[in-house]
């Protein structure tokens, strides 16, 4: 039986046109898009699909983690009406909803991929059709059992990926693992890369806190006063900091240090996470990384920080309590980090 796919487009520059005011949201987008896979499959058997477009299209640099539960509802809803799903997205935050996706739908048994274009499909040149083309054959692929993020030739783990380049059709990487599938001549599957099954976990949370989950990097010169205002906040939840190396942060600063201590004492979550592109936090290494181990602070390992932040947003959702959320940030949920003592992929 011929492989079913849905589209489902959520909104980004791929369905977008030019008009006075910059690109906005083309009418007819889903019409135009039939028809350029109609033309193309006549070259390129593709698998059949139906397309999708949300009641309100997402410009992706606007994206709240509350829309988060609305498209991966969309994507449960027909799950078992098909066999994978292409999920048209901007590429702004593209990785950021790659990785909620995939700790909402943890074992999932089928392909989801994400994608989307740096040119709109309907301009010149643009790189919207390959990068569909490659994510509909990838999205038939049964051996695919997560979310991926497909562009510019290859299939990324879609909580391993970041967008590096602002103005290259290869506009994603993950540098801390290999692409789990790359095209050239043929599209080639690493399988030895995939995840294997697991129980199906979908979560949906009702309502995602927008106030839940702060960012906070490390930078010569920092003011304790301004770490200490965000950490104050009522709402707060979670932090992911953002430190230096292996996780090094200013420990002769006793105030700094203090604030963050006092934040994990009242249940915030605190996790350590590199500015650099590549590697792993290992708070022990240095004494300044060591002064947060002793206050609580979670090492983030080779998390994103798209995965660390969309990871805490969804265990705070799902109403965990604050030592429970600390577990699970420390040890892999959907691939999007490297267990203690498991092989480190980091690209040299």
Known sequence: ???????????????????????????????????????????????????????????????????????????????????????????????????????????????????????????????????????????????????????????????????????????????????????????????????????????QPEHFEPEAVAVLTIHPGLSPRVFEAVLASADLRGVVLRSYGVGNVPEADARLVGAIGQAVARGVTVVNTTQCVIGAVAQDTYATGAALARIGVVSGGDMTLEAAFAKLHVLIAEGLPAEEIRARMARPLAGEMTAPGAQFFAKT
Request: glycine share 10%.
């Open 1 to 203: 039986m011929t492989p079913r796919i849905l589209i489902l487009h959520t909104g980004g520059t791929i369905g977008m046109e030019p008009s006075p005011g910059g690109l906005r949201p083309m009418p007819g987008f889903g019409a135009l898009l039939k028809r350029r896979l109609g033309e193309t499959a006549s070259a390129t058997p593709l698998p059949g699909c139906d397309i999708v477009e949300l009641d309100r299209l997402i410009d992706s640099a606007n994206l709240q983690p509350a829309q988060w539960p609305a498209i991966a509802g969309e994507l449960v809803r027909r799950w078992d009406a098909y066999d994978g799903f292409v999920v048209l997205h901007g590429t702004d935050t593209m990785a950021w909803t790659a990785s909620a996706l995939s700790f909402m739908l943890r074992g999932l048994d089928k392909p989801v991929i994400l994608t989307g274009a740096q040119i709109p499909l309907a301009a010149p040149r643009s790189d919207a059709l390959e990068n569909l083309e490659m994510a509909l054959i990838l999205a038939a692929q049964p051996a695919i059992r997560e979310v991926g993020l497909c562009f510019g030739r290859k299939l990324l783990r879609g909580n391993r990926s970041r967008k590096i380049a602002t103005d290259r059709f290869d506009a994603f990487d993950s540098p801390n693992y290999p692409p789990i599938a790359e095209a050239g001549i043929n599209i080639v599957l690493h399988g030895a890369l995939l995840l294997g099954a697991e129980p199906r976990a979908f979560l």
